[in-house]
């Protein structure tokens, strides 16, 4: 359990050029077959790393105690030395970390950032990370992700931050207050904070079972949840992807092995990791989830029919994430497939993953996404979505499934 409190925030890293990174780096060679190993010390320090897709900046910004990291130049980076001893309280002395985006205008190449967080949609940004903890140090693991008002990548971005703690030691924890417990997105549970710093939002997603390492987390269903609950908007920029430690007392020995994240066209391809399970959760809210739609009572041409079960992953005040699963009960494959059910409650739909959607009033229509039409006979697939209420959340009582 976190406990504790302190103030938080994130001094800008101040841009250098190249030649200046290059000459406070310090750049080790110990023979000609094995790689160079550049170290960085201080606020300002960087290195460009794998090919200049990512950036490692050391970031020491509130303390002037020894702390330096290295790295070999792939995605990766390690907390050489630390003498940082910050008191819990207050703020941490340094966020060593790798990046991928736009840092206060000190940009990787070739990242396809920002993009508008319109655009976003399951699968389309994902990322992996694995770290080595220390048992010693008082520390967090954490993504910083930054979204702008606008396109500008220069500067302090004013929309959002957003804190992904995958583990922490110490009486430390996020800016601000738990707005939701026990929210699960993605196939991963948080407790949801929110903090607000001089101009923009301190959102903090804090796993609630602490790990070392994250495989294809979906930036995207994150970012609509905290659209959900009114954090930022739609019309935001998504402008960088940060991953590394805060830093209060020591941390040598941390590291991050391996760092990459991945910019695709989201729902036109399945996600690599879909959001929520394909299969309807083993214990869904009983208030919510009713039983499976009864097939369509005329089945189509072909014996092809289809029956679908809503349920509710996760819910907060005013929002909430539902899916329904789709299941091929005829005697042959479906070659497309379309959901119609209507909300008792006043339920509008803000993000849906796996198919296409129609909302009018309380009516919604579904139809299933280029690649997954096609289901072999009882077998199943998954629509997830995302939405907000103002007074009722109560599920359909049905929903009617047609097969083509």
């Known amino acids: 359990m976190l406990s504790g409190r302190r103030a938080r925030w994130l001094a800008p890293v101040v841009a250098v050029s190249a030649a200046t990174t290059a000459a406070a780096a310090l750049t080790l060679m110990a023979n000609s077959a094995q790689a160079a190993t550049t ?3 201080g606020t300002t320090q960087t290195a460009s790393v794998a ?5 490692v900046q050391n970031n020491e910004w509130n303390s002037s105690a020894s702390e330096c990291i290295t790295t070999d130049g792939s995605a990766d980076f390690t907390v050489a030395n630390s003498a940082i001893s910050n008191g819990t309280s207050g703020a941490p002395g340094g966020y060593p970390s790798i990046y991928k985006g736009c840092h206060w205008g000190l940009c990787t190449t070739g990242s396809n950032l920002p993009i508008q967080v319109s655009t976003m949609s399951a699968g389309k940004v994902t990322t992996s990370w694995s770290t080595t903890q220390p048992g010693s140090g008082i520390y967090d693991v954490a993504y910083d992700i930054w979204y702008n008002q606008t396109a500008t990548t220069s500067g302090q971005p ?14 430390v924890q996020p800016s601000g207050s738990v707005v939701a417990s026990n929210v699960t997105i993605g196939g991963h549970t948080y407790n949801v904070w929110l903090g607000r710093e001089s101009t923009w939002n301190d959102v903090s ?15 995207d269903l994150l970012a609509a949840d905290s659209v959900s609950r009114g954090y930022m908007t739609n019309s935001d920029y998504l402008i960088d992807l940060e991953a590394g430690f805060e830093l209060w007392q020591g941390g040598a020995g941390l590291a991050t092995n ?11 391809t399945p ?6 399970s394909s299969q309807p959760p083993s214990s869904a809210p009983p208030s919510t989830q009713p039983p499976s739609s009864p097939p369509a009572s005329t089945p189509p041409a072909g014996g092809k029919s289809c029956s679908a079960a809503y349920s509710v992953v ?20 479906t070659s497309g497939w379309k959901l119609n059910w209507t909300y008792p409650g006043d339920q509008k739909l803000n993000n849906l993953w796996n198919g296409s959607y129609t909302q009018s009033g309380e009516q919604v229509s579904v139809t299933n996404a280029a690649y997954n039409g096609t289901i072999a006979v009882g077998q199943t697939t998954m629509v997830g979505f995302t939405g907000t209420f103002v007074n009722s959340d109560a599920a359909p009582t049905s929903i009617s499934c047609t097969a083509s």
């Open 39 to 41: 170290q960085l010390c």
């Open 51 to 55: 090919g200049g897709q990512y950036m």
């Open 158 to 171: 004013n929309a959002e931050e957003m804190m992904i703690w995958l583990n922490h030691t110490g009486s």
């Open 205 to 219: 997603y804090v796993m609630t079972s602490g790990t070392t390492s994250v495989s294809n987390l979906d930036v």
């Open 258 to 268: 391996s760092y990459s994240v991945n910019i695709g066209s989201g729902s036109t």
């Open 271 to 276: 996600p690599s990791s879909a959001p929520p």
């Open 314 to 333: 996760s819910a907060w005040q005013g929002g909430f994430q539902a899916q329904v699963v789709v299941t091929n009960n005829g005697g042959s494959a």
